[in-house]
């Protein structure tokens, strides 16, 4: 896909985040179209998991679509979550399998934007499992970039509490993935 028809999709993308239910429309039947020749390809043995597939990706965009920031391209957001559906449908069936790396690019261009896109989506589902005050403080200050007193100001809150709440919400994310925290002297 070109990147004017992506930026065609982000635009549709952020109408449909606003109601435009038209331009939702469009993004599902665009999307649809590049989820059958990603799954198809993917699965060319077994059509059918390749349409629930098509179907549980088109779920998780509905879902998800609160998510989706407009500043990055469509695309490689869409395949992120379409090879999470594709990991966990190799999971559920206990299949291991590899795509040679220039068969996968001919299908979805698998760029820096798409493994960016990928850790958003990771990186938002860990924050989801955190309190939605130290996830908001850390999404502020650690991904946004804005200042400890941009922040506290923005949610209303003591710079002190800002940083109780991204210490402590780094702490919990650590943990969640597994990885031990080195305390500072």
Known sequence: ???EADAKLRAL???????????YRSVLDISRAQLAAYFRYRLRE????ADDLIQE????????RASYDAR???????YAIARYKLIDHYRRHRVR??????????IADETDDTRAAMARLDL???????????????RRTKLDGHSISETAAAMNISESLVKVNVHRGLKAAASLVGLKQVDRP
């Open 1 to 3: 896909m070109t990147g």
């Open 13 to 23: 993308m952020v109408l449909a985040q606003s109601g435009d239910r038209t331009a």
């Open 46 to 49: 077994d059509p059918a998991s």
């Open 57 to 64: 990706t088109l779920i998780a965009i509905h879902t998800k």
């Open 72 to 78: 990055h391209p469509f695309m490689p957001w869409l």
């Open 97 to 106: 399998r590899t795509e040679p790396e220039e068969a996968a690019g001919e």
């Open 124 to 138: 938002e589902t860990l924050l989801a499992r955190l309190p939605s005050g130290q996830a908001e403080a850390i």
